[in-house]
C-alpha cells in the first residue's frame, strides 16, 4: 500500500470514527430523520460496516456492527432514545 493510500484510509477511518461518535452524542436525531433527511441511518452505516468487514473475510454480526455504531447494544439504545 502506498504512503498516498495508507493516508486516505487512515483520514477515512478517522471522519468515519467522528461520525460515529457524533450520531453517539445525537441521540434525539431519529433513524427516521436521518432517512428522510440524508438517505441513510445508523443501522445503514452499521450494515457497511458489516459488509466492509464480510469483504476482507471477518465474521461480524448485525448485532456486533450495530453496536459498534451505536455505543451499546441496539436494543438498550432503543429502549433508551427511540421514541
Partial sequence: ???????????????????????QGRTDVQNIDLMNLAGFCRNCLARWYQEAA????????????????????????KAKHQR
Fill in 1 to 23: 500500500m502506498s504512503t498516498e493510500t495508507a493516508t486516505t484510509t487512515e483520514l477515512e477511518a478517522a471522519a468515519f470514527r467522528a461520525l460515529v461518535q457524533h450520531l
Fill in 54 to 77: 464480510e469483504a476482507r473475510g471477518l465474521a461480524l454480526s448485525t448485532d456486533q456492527a450495530r453496536e459498534r455504531v451505536y455505543g451499546e447494544p441496539y436494543a438498550e439504545w
